[in-house]
């Protein structure tokens, strides 16, 4: 049975925080396993919304490539590369924006929550290309003829979107298009040190790519039991943010820490030390391959450049079927 295939892809916006890989990354290094991928940085994206600011791309894109090798994606099954380095993106998006009415992408929610977001931001994005942001998407994927999306709820109307552009294109012309389906991704939610979402914004953040000492560093700031002055005080691991953190990178000892938490036999200081301790654990495997590739950039390239030829050969297949079906 031939494997299905899956194309998804990262903004490269900044360097990683743990929330991040857990949220997306991890799973990515799961389903490597069971379908072919096309995993893109899609700095075409990037543009969308930081269009004046290109300057640190590059810088960016080199972080992402690390920050996904690191995580254990393997660059011979699968096919990493960057988006704006197969011109065939540009073409489809175009090709697609000619058939897809305005009113589609007007009232995809996340437009004018975001347009509201940045404009308080003070920040005007107003643009044809904001608005098209799902078209671009949808041509990321139907390029590859993905059949499958992993993405996170909010990304949902996005896929919508993306079926119904397909439908479109396969009535209009010639059924090209698979339908891709959206692949809810179960990731666990980490929040950040303070007990808010982890995001960059905030500050409370744990970089994906910290040393082991920055990871002790971080978790000895994680906010715990808020009612737990005293190491004698019970605590309640339920309100308690460390504990939230036990029970992604400590499973196996969650019994013992609730109970010790409860009965005051164990304390906060003790308790995230044996935290940081096992995060480093946990960890450990992409320090090694992070210093590997971080000491050789030129492989990282030549990864991407590979991946990049492979993606065109698949892209210009597709794209060949697509203009002789609008007869272009
Ligand atoms: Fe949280 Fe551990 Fe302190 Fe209990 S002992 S409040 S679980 S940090």
């Given at each position: ?23 997306a990354l991890?799973n990515w290094v799961?389903l ?41 994606l ?255």
């Amino acid at each position: 049975m031939s494997k299905g295939r899956i194309f998804s892809g990262m903004q490269p916006s900044g360097k990683f925080h743990l929330g991040n890989y857990l949220g997306a990354l991890e799973n990515w290094v799961r389903l490597q396993n069971d379908y072919e991928c096309f995993f893109s940085i899609v700095d075409l994206h990037a543009l969308t919304s930081k269009f004046e600011d290109t300057g640190s791309l590059p810088e960016n894109i080199h972080h992402m490539a690390l920050d996904w090798l690191s995580a254990g994606l393997d660059p011979e099954r699968n096919i990493i590369f960057i988006q704006s380095q197969v011109k065939e993106h540009h073409e489809l998006h175009l090709l697609l924006s000619m058939m897809t009415p305005l009113s589609w992408l007007e009232r995809v929610p996340t437009y004018k929550d975001k347009l509201q977001q940045l404009g308080a931001q003070g920040k005007d994005i107003n643009t044809y290309g904001f608005l098209g942001y799902p078209v671009l998407m949808t041509a990321d994927i139907v390029l590859y003829k993905a059949d499958t999306v992993p993405v996170g709820e909010d990304q949902i109307p996005h896929l919508e979107l993306a079926r119904e552009i397909v439908r479109r294109f396969n009535h209009l012309y010639r059924p090209v298009f698979p339908e891709p389906l959206a692949q809810l991704s179960k990731a666990p939610l980490l929040p950040g040190i303070d007990g808010r979402k982890m995001s960059k914004s905030y500050g409370n953040e744990i970089p994906y790519a910290a040393s082991p000492d920055e990871i002790r560093g971080r978790v000895r700031l994680i906010v715990t039991d808020p009612q737990r002055v005293k190491k004698s005080d019970p605590g309640n691991p339920a309100v308690c943010t460390a504990y939230k953190f036990h029970e992604i990178f400590n499973a196996s000892q969650l019994d013992a820490i609730n109970a010790g938490c409860r009965q005051a036999n164990i304390g906060c200081v003790d308790c995230k030390k044996n935290l940081a301790e096992q995060m480093v654990v946990h960890l450990a495997d992409i320090h090694v391959r992070r210093d590997k590739y971080a000491a050789n950039p030129a492989r990282v390239k030549e990864i991407l450049f590979y991946g990049a030829e492979r993606a065109r050969k698949v892209a210009a297949a597709t794209m060949e079927e697509v203009r002789q079906a609008m007869h272009l």
